[in-house]
């Protein structure tokens, strides 16, 4: 799991390899074994045939190398294939289900549901293998069956003689020898298979272990002196890409260091470096003790408020309630459900930004850690909390004044209560020893009234750490899982559609019943034929079998193929749409609840086993079936006395298939009532929060619990295909029985009466009663994979049907005008809004009005509800009570799509997908490159657009697209508008991220901006630039402003300020600190008042 950063983009691979890899995995160990076990049957079939047939039996031998050999060819050039064709693909949203999954929020801001429902549906359809390269599989598959025959028929034909005769007794001999070649060619077939298997076991194991690296920065035992020393260090994320050069710094135990830069400076570059995720091309770099790290984008756990705080370490009751006082977080916990044992969501989805930074911050204190890295710990915090922060954590008597801090930060008020200062610049490091000195002249302590601190953070509070039942927040568990029906079948055949399904059965129809008459004119033969004739009766009997058995193989691939096309690729895009589809549309509410992991399996493996491997086992058991049937037919006509063997042998399949039903069903529920399904959770938690759990030192616990969730998983799939294995070896046992008892009849017969059951009866009735009760336990095989399947199905219909779906984004009534809004006037009446029905409001009973293209700033404290009103504008929460009208339109009548898409936000969390910059900024491509260069260039992150490789000049032309693949398949980073984004923009930091999501909204000019926290992770200086280009381009637009910084809303109109989601005051800035009100007492907590009467 030591994956470096900026490897982002492999770990939806890592995903989606150890689900749909996993049962590679099994069966690569399982051949693995069987070729070692079924060595010596091998061995011994061999000297069998050499014994009685000669060195002849050298020829079937050759044909199965040669054949083992063109299969490994066939898959090797296969395999290529698919990369040209992955290759080809345009550079856009390549991880489009990750996407879905993880950044939901994202993309119903933006409107772009149709992106990403026609982007991953045009993926499905460019992905499908082409015709003849799926002709030439099947025809190799095929003749992995079929060849063994073949083989053993050439090799005994080789061995007659037109003037051969030879008794009933020799032509058992033959035909037992013909039994073994069969055997030994079949296991030297099935060799490459078995191959294949353990060819792509060690390819899943490679995929996963070459994301390994060891730490780059060398850890040692704490000392008294130094804490962190770096000589002549250099770190790079590779060639031609960022680099931290001749780094020379030694930090002291118990120092507190600021790490400041402009935006893209390499700020997080360093942290990366300090936490051993950055390479270290030279130099030496060491770093003295444990570390506690709060990333910049804090990583939150789907589990407990305790668990994520503990992260694995003993409770121990003191220190914890230290930490959470510490942290400001003991009212938050008497606000949730369950205390400190409520769950938190996916990504902390139900925490607001500030209380995702303090519970990161929590667990890092709890740590007890001797060196703590902050990333840019203050940006999402209010006046209060830092206040707060700093003095009981940072400073002062904080619990961490002793320790070694090391803070990036934009705060410049927090700067000079530090001993060093680390400047960065692209790269450049300038490192400042100073005296620590007050902020304004003042004390830390003086930062903010002694009294509102009490009030704000409620310092002597006891905070909740119930032991009761965890306050839930998924909703997996009420999306259960029925038990199969053919109800069920019924529906996935409609999706499918009756005319698909009906031409491939059809097909399967034709192929076997066409067979039924060959087989009788193979029968005929041979069928009385006398000693003296029975060599030349043989031959041609042999002869016709090779060629029956070739033109059986290819038009068995025939219609495999065709089965492929009409039914398994077309339900495959059907059923991916129809999931994508359900989870674009579901209420964003619903789908934060949902577990991520069971999601990304839903859309890799439970689609690919429903839409693939469910048709295949289908077909091959209503093709097994009218084997049987005419098996059955051939049988009777030879001897209607096998009909009575047949008895025994249905009654048995129907008392174990009962049985295995009932079993089956409690093995379901057991799998219910455990922790298997947790497998992916935990998997997709260890990769999403990788970086803290390495520099925490707690990856080995994680892995742990991971193999432990795997273990119970693979126990409860074992137990399952066990049943369904016992329930085909009985039947399996019951039809050798069967067999024994038709080969002594025939014995006893030929015996008794050798003129009227001569050889070629005795042939052919074993041959067909052999079939006959072959194909019925073939069938019983066939239920093992369709057993397997089914649940994959269930849950695809309970998914696709049980989701709901938001309001309608298209509502042809109410449709707005098309200049709608025109002037961005916005009015709230008496509005309320809950997450949950089950939880009180976020914002209650709001009624306020914003004139057309005002500027208006919205504060408050940290879960004020700020954030919440960016919901409510875009619907992404359907209101509890009131309207919102925008230019007199009650948005709640109008289709989502003409809502969203009319408003531009620049997110708090701001995200970035796979692809080109060109794509990020337009995905739909609804301006020309010209106006996109517009943008930058009015947004001034034209810097952004190049690369170390070359440079952004505005003035060239647009190159189109130069984005190739290297021979490592990884894109290469263009220049300009080809310049490639990673995956979750991990080679931009969040304030370049900010800064292209107000490209976005420069580029799309729509009448009301929502500007979320866009200035938090960004330095000062680029903020006064970013706040000029909004004043400029923005001036006739409704601009709305959630900001922690105060200096960001002071020149707006007007500033709405936000309490327990009620409007406090509403007024100019002027006006406001005019009065002694909640707005006057924050910008006296941060000193703006002295400036603003400047």
Not at 100 to 118: D, G, N, P, R
Not at 1048 to 1063: E, H, P, S, W
């Amino acid at each position: 799991m030591y994956m470096a950063k900026g490897s982002n983009g492999l770990d939806s691979q890592v995903i989606v390899r150890a689900s749909s890899g996993s049962w590679k995995i099994k069966m690569g160990l399982s051949d693995l074994f069987s070729i070692a076990t079924s060595l010596f049957s091998e061995v011994f079939s061999a000297y069998i045939v050499i014994a009685r047939l000669g060195w002849a039996s050298i020829l079937p031998v050759v044909i199965a190398v040669v054949y083992v050999i063109l299969k490994a060819r066939m898959d090797v050039y296969a395999m290529r294939l698919r990369n040209v064709t992955n290759s080809a693909l345009p550079p856009k949203f390549q991880q489009g289900y990750i996407n879905i999954c993880q950044h939901m929020k994202t993309i119903k801001l933006y409107a772009w549901e149709s992106v990403f429902l026609h982007e991953i549906g045009l993926g499905k359809v460019k992905y499908v293998t082409p015709p003849l390269v799926w002709l030439a599989q099947f025809t190799m598959k095929a003749l992995n069956s079929s060849l063994s025959e073949i083989a053993a028929s050439l090799a005994i034909i080789s061995q007659l003689r037109p003037d051969s005769s030879f008794s009933y007794v020799e032509m058992t001999i033959i035909l037992s020898s013909m039994s073994s070649l069969v055997t030994f060619t079949r296991s030297l077939g099935s060799i490459s298979k078995k191959l294949n298997y353990i060819g792509e076991t060690e390819t899943v194991f490679k995929q996963i272990v070459s994301a390994q690296q060891a730490d780059y920065i060398v850890r040692k035992t704490a000392t008294k002196d130094t804490a962190v020393k770096m000589n002549d260090s250099e770190f790079s994320w590779g060639k031609d890409k960022f680099s931290i050069r001749s780094l020379a710094l030694e930090i002291k135990q118990g120092e507190f260091v600021a790490i400041v830069g402009k935006v893209g400076c390499g700020k997080s570059s360093i942290v990366s470096a300090l936490c051993g995720e950055m390479p270290l091309e030279r130099g030496e770099a060491c770093i003295f003790g444990s570390i506690g790290y709060v990333s910049q984008k804090p990583w939150i756990m789907n589990a407990t408020f305790r668990d994520n705080v503990l992260l694995g370490n003993e409770y121990d009751e003191k220190r914890y309630n230290q930490t959470i006082e510490a942290c400001a977080l003991t009212e938050d916990l008497k606000l949730m459900p369950a205390g400190d044992m409520s769950e938190i969501g996916h990504a902390g989805i139900n925490l607001s930004g500030g209380q995702k930074t303090r519970l990161a911050l929590a667990r890092a204190i709890y740590m007890d850690a001797n060196v703590y890295i902050f990333d840019d710990l203050l940006s999402a915090v209010d006046a209060h909390v830092e206040r707060h922060l700093v003095e009981r954590v940072l400073v002062g008597n904080g619990l961490l004044a002793n320790k070694t801090r090391i803070l990036v930060t934009h705060a410049e008020h927090v700067v000079p209560l530090c001993d060093k200062v680390i400047t960065i610049d692209h790269g450049d490091i300038l490192v400042t020893q100073q005296e620590k000195m007050s902020y304004s002249g003042m004390a830390v302590h003086d930062l903010m009234p002694s009294a509102d601190l009490a009030e704000a953070c409620a310092k002597h509070a006891v905070p909740s750490t119930s032991n009761a039942k965890s306050g839930e927040f998924t909703i997996t568990p009420e999306l259960e899982v029925p038990a199969f029906s053919r109800q069920t079948l019924w529906k996935f055949i409609a999706l499918s559609g009756y005319a698909n399904v009906a031409t491939a059965i059809a097909f399967q129809f034709l192929f076997s019943y066409g067979f039924y008459y060959v087989e009788g004119l193979r029968m005929e033969l041979v069928k009385g034929a006398g000693t003296g004739l029975m060599a030349s009766a043989l031959k041609r009997y042999l002869i016709v079998n090779a060629v029956v058995t070739i033109m059986k193989c290819q038009i068995g691939s025939i219609s495999a193929l065709i089965s492929s096309h009409m039914w398994f690729d077309r339900v495959e895009i059907k059923m991916t749409n129809s999931i994508v589809e359900a989870l674009l549309f579901a209420p964003l509410p619903v789908f934060e609840r949902m577990s991520k992991g069971t999601l990304e399996k839903l859309m890799h493996e439970d689609v690919m086993l429903a839409s693939h491997h469910l048709p295949s086992h289908l077909c091959s058991r209503v093709y097994e079936m009218f084997n049987a049937i005419n098996s059955l037919i051939l049988t009777i006509r030879t001897s209607p006395i096998v009909l009575l063997s047949l008895i025994p042998l249905m009654c048995v399949m129907l008392l174990v298939n009962k049985r295995r039903e009932k079993v089956q069903g409690i093995v379901v529920k057991v799998a219910r009532g455990s922790g298997a399904r947790l497998r992916e959770n935990i998997l997709q938690e260890v990769l999403a929060g990788k970086e803290v759990m390495r520099t925490h030192d707690r990856v080995d616990h994680y892995i742990d619990e991971l193999a432990e969730a795997s273990a119970k998983a693979a126990m409860l799939e074992n137990h399952s295909m066990r049943i369904a294995m016992i329930k085909a070896r009985v039947e399996e046992i019951v039809v050798d029985v069967l067999y024994i008892c038709i080969l002594i009849y025939c014995k006893l017969a030929s015996l008794n009466d050798p003129s009227s059951f001569g050889p070629g009866n005795v042939d052919m009735m074993m041959r067909f009663s052999g079939s006959t009760l072959n194909k019925l336990s073939s069938i019983s095989f066939s239920d093992i994979g369709i057993t397997q399947c089914l649940p994959s199905l269930s849950r695809f219909f309970v998914y696709a049907e049980q989701l709901g779906r938001e309001a309608p984004h298209v509502s042809k009534d109410t449709q707005p005008s098309a200049d709608w809004p025109a002037q961005g006037a916005i009015e709230f009446k008496d509005y309320s809004m809950s997450y949950r029905s089950e939880l009180g409001p976020v914002l209650n009973q709001l009624s306020f009005k914003i004139n057309g293209k005002e500027k208006v700033g919205i504060v408050g404290r940290t879960g004020a509800g700020k954030s919440s009103l960016t919901y409510a504008l875009l619907r992404l929460v359907e209101p509890a009570a009131g309207n919102v009208f925008i230019d007199g339109v009650d948005t709640s009548t109008i289709g989502l799509h003409a809502l969203r898409s009319n408003i531009s936000v620049v997110p708090q969390d701001p995200v970035l997908f796979e692809g080109t910059i060109r794509d990020n900024l337009d995905p739909k491509h609804e301006y020309t490159d010209a106006q996109v260069w517009e943008a930058i260039e009015k947004a001034k992150v034209g810097h952004l657009l190049t690369t170390p490789a070359g440079t952004f000049d505005s003035t060239a032309k647009p190159n189109g697209h130069s984005i190739v693949r290297n021979p490592s398949g990884n894109w290469i980073a263009g220049v300009g508008l080809d310049r490639w984004v990673s995956a979750n923009g991990t080679n931009f930091s969040v304030g370049e991220r900010q800064l292209l999501s107000l490209c976005r909204a420069l580029l799309w000019q729509r009448a009301i901006l929502i500007m979320d926290e866009a200035t938090a992770n960004i330095d000062s200086a680029t903020d006064q630039v970013m706040q000029a280009v909004i004043r400029e381009e923005f001036n006739d637009k409704t601009v709305l402003t959630i900001a922690h910084r105060l200096n960001t809303v002071m020149n707006c109109d007007r500033i709405l300020v936000l309490d327990a989601g009620k409007v406090q005051e509403f007024d100019s800035p002027s006006e406001l600190l005019s009065r002694d009100g909640h707005f006057s007492r924050l910008v006296e907590s941060m000193k703006f008042n002295e400036k603003t009467k400047e």
